[in-house]
């Protein structure tokens, strides 16, 4: 193995450290979301925590029509525009 073969294999392996790193960031800010949804639902009478039926009930497939409405929606919230090829 050469030298630049050898930075190139820890470039890649930084890089899936980073990846990991971010997926646990991501994981830590989920819980937390979860955590403090539990506690909102506990102390208020406003807010309901969700019934576990209703988080794991399966859905209807989406439909093509469907799928582009809210890939629109989404590109719209954070600000990219909409191009079409044709």
Do not use: H
Request: glycine residues 4%; hydrophobic residues 40%; contains cysteine.
């Amino acid at each position: 193995m050469t030298i630049p073969e050898f930075l190139e294999m820890l470039d890649g392996r930084n890089r899936r450290e980073e990846i990991e790193m971010e997926k646990m960031k991501v994981q830590a800010w989920q819980n937390a979301s979860l955590i403090r949804c539990s506690i909102a639902s506990v102390f208020s009478k406003d807010v309901k925590f969700p019934e576990l039926q209703d988080i794991l009930k399966n859905k209807e497939p989406q439909t093509a029509e469907q799928m582009e409405a809210a890939l629109c929606s989404i590109n719209a919230a954070f600000g990219g525009n909409v191009i079409y090829y044709e």
